[in-house]
């Protein structure tokens, strides 16, 4: 891999942004249950997936979910009409409470032109059986998950992807760590640069233990 420099694990939004200032691509995993929920997204045929904070996030570092979302948005008026998915907490609340912890990021959707086309509860891979996700831009609002990727955002990573070991639509066993673990290889050599792979909340263990084999399948394919 050209100017390929290397494959890191780190942990939390802090993490994440400090990768993203050292030029890596990043990659989140937050298993229960943003990127598990993302993955599965792409699985049903998602044109692309965002995540950013809640407007109650505190993060140690900076996030930015207004331009994080506008970001998602332009993507969206280029490849879906304009129309997003959103994917936010609490998982077992209404539209309407899921709506009311991301006032920022509705606004931003709102100034871009863009319109949001339903927001769904962060279930995993049972979110991708809620709607017809083709083609669709997806965008996350959640507190961990969410949090670390908006960090990466607004830090300046050539790249932020997600990545699940957990079983989608179609992948179980090994195969969505593989399918995460190349998608990353794949924007590293894009961008000529390394990969850092995020477990989203160092308390997690199941991120911990997700990020660590999605590391070790991507140390398989640079090797």
Not at 162 to 170: M, Q
Not at 177 to 187: E, G, T
């Given at each position: 891999?050209?100017?390929?420099?290397g494959v890191?694990?780190t942990?939390?939004?802090?993490?994440?942004?400090?990768?993203a200032?050292q030029?890596?691509?990043?990659v989140?995993?937050?298993?229960i249950?943003?990127?598990?929920?993302?993955?599965?997204?792409?699985?049903?045929?998602?044109?692309?997936v965002?995540?950013c904070?809640?407007?109650?996030?505190?993060?140690?570092?900076?996030?930015?979910?207004?331009?994080?979302?506008a970001l998602a948005?332009?993507?969206?008026l280029?490849?879906s009409d304009?129309?997003?998915?959103?994917?936010a907490?609490?998982?077992?609340?209404?539209e309407?409470?899921r709506?009311?912890t991301?006032?920022?990021?509705?606004r931003a959707?709102a100034d871009?032109?863009a319109?949001?086309e339903?927001?769904?509860?962060?279930l995993?891979?049972?979110?991708?059986r809620?709607?017809?996700?083709?083609?669709?831009?997806?965008?996350?609002?959640?507190?961990?998950?969410?949090?670390?990727?908006?960090a990466?955002v607004?830090?300046?990573a050539?790249a932020?992807l997600?990545?699940?070991?957990?079983?989608t639509?179609?992948?179980?066993?090994?195969?969505?760590?593989r399918?995460?673990?190349r998608?990353a290889?794949?924007?590293?050599?894009?961008?000529?640069c390394?990969?850092?792979?995020?477990?989203?909340s160092?308390?997690?263990?199941?991120d911990i233990?997700?990020a660590?084999l999605?590391?070790?399948?991507?140390l398989?394919?640079?090797?």
């Amino acid at each position: 891999m050209a100017n390929f420099t290397g494959v890191l694990l780190t942990t939390d939004a802090s993490g994440a942004a400090l990768a993203a200032r050292q030029g890596l691509v990043v990659v989140i995993v937050d298993l229960i249950d943003f990127s598990t929920t993302m993955e599965a997204a792409l699985d049903a045929g998602a044109a692309a997936v965002w995540g950013c904070a809640p407007d109650t996030a505190r993060p140690p570092v900076e996030v930015n979910p207004y331009r994080t979302a506008a970001l998602a948005a332009r993507q969206a008026l280029d490849v879906s009409d304009g129309r997003l998915i959103l994917v936010a907490e609490p998982r077992l609340g209404s539209e309407e409470q899921r709506r009311r912890t991301m006032p920022t990021v509705l606004r931003a959707i709102a100034d871009s032109g863009a319109r949001v086309e339903c927001v769904l509860p962060n279930l995993g891979a049972e979110t991708a059986r809620l709607v017809d996700f083709q083609g669709r831009v997806v965008l996350g609002v959640t507190s961990t998950g969410g949090v670390a990727y908006d960090a990466a955002v607004t830090a300046g990573a050539p790249a932020v992807l997600t990545g699940t070991v957990a079983r989608t639509l179609h992948h179980k066993g090994l195969q969505p760590a593989r399918n995460s673990a190349r998608r990353a290889v794949d924007a590293a050599r894009q961008h000529r640069c390394g990969i850092a792979v995020v477990a989203a909340s160092a308390n997690s263990q199941e991120d911990i233990l997700a990020a660590r084999l999605i590391m070790q399948e991507i140390l398989v394919l640079i090797r």
